[in-house]
């Protein structure tokens, strides 16, 4: 049961377990989950690790919108562990979100956590993992909501749903990986393998046997659900002679845009349409890094392969290959985000809080340049120059129960600096202070922040993650922000919904949200070899007026810490 390779065995999964909830008030949905140890082989290696329910990736969960969906999480593996529901909103149920240390103190060996929470006003794919340490490379799974019953699709409905999703595979423990760089102050080891459905694919060693084969009719119309689990790295993804039409991303539907690649960051999902129209045959799904960072003395360069294969087709010749872009194309990346239209939109016209924040990575001297960082330093991240110190109790926590000396309020708004962020900076600027700072925000204020990538270390496009909201994506540009002649080009119209956002690699981006979600919310840098090291956030919603605008008490069974 080590493998989930056969996607036909997810598909006819989906046929038997729905059958439309009769009732208009919340279904309860319940799914239990087994955090475990388990013995699995890639690349002719073979090696013990986390999974939930022994699958990698873990199981699909598939709601309806408006049920109640009820996790029960028992963690029987030898980790600490926590798990979050990457883009739900979580409205009012903040405690149920799951970073380490930031909604709830880890699951510790031996132990269990229910999680508990509705899912209200989203539909579209959006997924699950792990979130402590490196253990999301191994745990996680797609998490699907469809309309609720006597609700259709903004789209034709497809004849069949196909979850997709994308990962990185280490020959080493991930914890293993994780300490060395914790310990030597570098950069975390790079993964051995990109994965499609946890398979490597056709172009690696050992794998060819299991390559992931998804069989399609002629004349049929899939929905692809992609998600992409991978840890460190953004992907670009291309089907052999198939456009793709895009009717989502983060779990919001948007205006069907056709295309034939995507750009997936670490935590975007993305619903895609495509109709199987070509001569029968074998097509690759493929996909490649897209790694901005030019300073990068070596990432993966190999090509992962997934197989599009007509049923009926004879599947012993070759598959045809597509050529994906250059591992910097910048240009179809910032081509392909520009693209995407939200379909219903209601983009806040008006500004309560706004923001300023560079972003970025930075060292931390060390000793006699004892460390394998740049210049001898530790690697880190920062926001507005500040690099977030997790606590040792979670922060909702010390909020909600008014525990004292767990984190100061002053979150600054803009730099304490202006300098110029994308040009050359002088090495004095490099090292950020090391805090645990957060920023309070009024119920229902309207946010507008805009990131401003800087040049420290190196230029390279973040991708940005924001726990409990999404956000309107108004402007992105390169170079500098500029205050003045930036905002009239931002779109109040129709602009993208996202979770996480890949920030232009030395350039900027502007977002909006109404922060209506009372509790505490992380934003980081959604590759983990930057979040573990500060590149990260944390938003503090006050409560509103009414008794149906604050934050319920804690559950029973909390994790605390
Ligand atoms: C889930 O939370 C609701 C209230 O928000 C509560 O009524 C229900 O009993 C909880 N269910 C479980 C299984 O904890
Ligand atoms: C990381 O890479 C270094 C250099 O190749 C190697 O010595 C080390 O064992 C690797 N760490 C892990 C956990 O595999
Ligand atoms: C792959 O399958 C072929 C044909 O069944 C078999 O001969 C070969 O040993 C397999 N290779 C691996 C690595 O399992
Ligand atoms: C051809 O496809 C069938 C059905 O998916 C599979 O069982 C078989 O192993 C495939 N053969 C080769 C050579 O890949
Ligand atoms: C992309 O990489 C190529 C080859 O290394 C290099 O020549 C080119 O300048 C790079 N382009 C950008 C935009 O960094
Ligand atoms: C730094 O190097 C000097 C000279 O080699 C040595 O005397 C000193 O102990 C070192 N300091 C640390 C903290 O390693
Ligand atoms: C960040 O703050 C540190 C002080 O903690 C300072 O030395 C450094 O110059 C600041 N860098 C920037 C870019 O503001
Ligand atoms: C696991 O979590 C508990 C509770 O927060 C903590 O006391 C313990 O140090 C953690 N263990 C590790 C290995 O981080």
């Known amino acids: 049961m080590a493998r989930f390779s056969s996607m036909m065995k997810l598909v006819s999964l989906l046929c038997l377990i729905f059958v439309a909830p009769l009732a208009a008030s919340a279904t309860i949905v319940r799914y239990k989950f087994n955090v475990e140890t388990q013995s699995v082989t890639r690349l002719c290696n073979t090696k013990t690790m986390l999974?939930?329910?022994?699958?990698?990736?873990?199981?699909?969960?598939?709601?309806?919108?408006?049920?109640?969906?009820?996790?029960?999480?028992?963690?029987?593996?030898?980790?600490n562990v926590t798990l979050h529901w990457h883009g739900v909103r979580q409205l009012k149920s903040c405690w149920a979100d799951g970073p380490a240390y930031i909604t709830q103190c880890p699951i510790t060996p031996g132990n269990k956590f229910i999680h508990n929470f509705t899912i209200t006003g989203q539909e579209g794919t959006l997924w699950w993992h792990a979130h402590i340490t490196y253990l999301r490379a191994t745990v996680h799974g797609a998490l699907v909501i469809l309309p609720r019953a006597g609700k259709d699709y903004p789209f034709p409905k497809p004849d069949a749903e196909i979850p997709i999703i994308l990962g990185e595979w280490w020959n080493a423990n991930v914890e293993d990986v994780l300490a060395d760089a914790v310990r030597t102050g570098g950069v975390p080891n790079d993964s051995d393998a990109y994965t499609i459905n946890g398979q490597p694919g056709d172009f690696y060693p050992c794998s060819k046997n299991d390559t992931t084969r998804i069989l399609v009719e002629h004349g049929k119309t899939y929905l692809l659900r992609i998600v992409s689990a991978a840890v460190v790295i953004p992907h670009f993804f291309k089907i052999a002679q198939h456009t793709m039409t895009v009717v989502g991303v983060d779990g919001v539907y948007t205006k069907p845009y056709t295309t034939d690649v995507l750009v997936m960051h670490p935590g975007n999902t993305m619903d895609v349409l495509i109709t199987a129209k070509q001569v029968s045959g074998l097509y690759y799904i493929a996909i490649r890094a897209y790694n901005t960072d030019p300073t990068s003395n070596g990432f993966l360069t190999t090509t992962t392969s997934a197989i599009l294969q007509y049923k009926c087709s004879s599947n012993t010749s070759d598959p045809v290959l597509p050529s994906l872009p250059g591992y910097n194309d910048t240009t179809t990346a910032f081509k392909f985000k520009t693209s995407l239209r939200n379909l219903k939109p209601s983009v806040p016209k008006t500004v309560d809080e706004e923001m300023f924040i560079t972003e970025g990575v930075g060292v931390v001297s060390c000793p006699n340049n004892s460390c394998a960082g740049y210049n001898g330093g530790r690697v880190v991240g920062s926001f507005n120059n500040v690099?977030?110190?997790?606590?040792?109790?979670?922060?909702?926590?010390?909020?909600?129960?008014?525990?004292?000396?767990?984190?100061?309020?002053?979150?600054?708004?803009?730099?304490?600096?202006?300098?110029?962020?994308?040009?050359?900076?002088?090495?004095?600027?490099?090292?950020?202070?090391?805090?645990?700072?957060?920023?309070?925000?009024?119920?229902?204020?309207?946010?507008?922040?805009?990131?401003?990538?800087?040049?420290?270390?190196?230029?390279?496009?973040?991708?940005?993650?924001?726990?409990?909201?999404?956000?309107?994506?108004?402007?992105?540009?390169?170079?500098?922000?500029?205050?003045?002649?930036?905002?009239?080009?931002?779109?109040?119209?129709?602009?993208?919904?996202?979770?996480?956002?890949?920030?232009?690699?030395?350039?900027?981006a502007a977002i909006r949200f109404t922060a209506n979600n009372p509790g505490v919310w992380l934003m980081h840098c959604h590759l983990e070899s930057h979040s573990a090291f500060g590149f990260a956030m944390v938003f503090i919603t006050k409560n509103g007026p009414s008794k149906s605008d604050k934050l319920p008490s804690p559950p029973p069974d909390l994790p605390k810490c």
């Open 51 to 79: 999974t939930v329910n022994g699958q990698y990736p873990g199981p699909t969960i598939y709601v309806h919108e408006g049920d109640n969906l009820i996790v029960e999480v028992n963690n029987n593996g030898p980790y």
């Open 387 to 508: 690099s977030l110190i997790m606590p040792d109790i979670a922060i909702l926590q010390a909020y909600y129960f008014g525990i004292k000396g767990v984190f100061t309020r002053d979150f600054p708004n803009n730099p304490s600096l202006a300098y110029d962020y994308t040009g050359n900076v002088p090495l004095g600027l490099w090292q950020p202070e090391l805090a645990t700072k957060v920023k309070v925000l009024k119920f229902n204020s309207n946010v507008q922040i805009v990131f401003q990538d800087t040049a420290i270390v190196a230029i390279e496009e973040h991708p940005i993650h924001l726990h409990g909201h999404n956000f309107y994506v108004v402007g992105q540009g390169f170079g500098n922000y500029n205050p003045k002649t930036d905002p009239p080009s931002f779109n109040l119209v129709d602009p993208v919904m996202m979770n996480t956002l890949g920030v232009p690699a030395g350039g900027w």
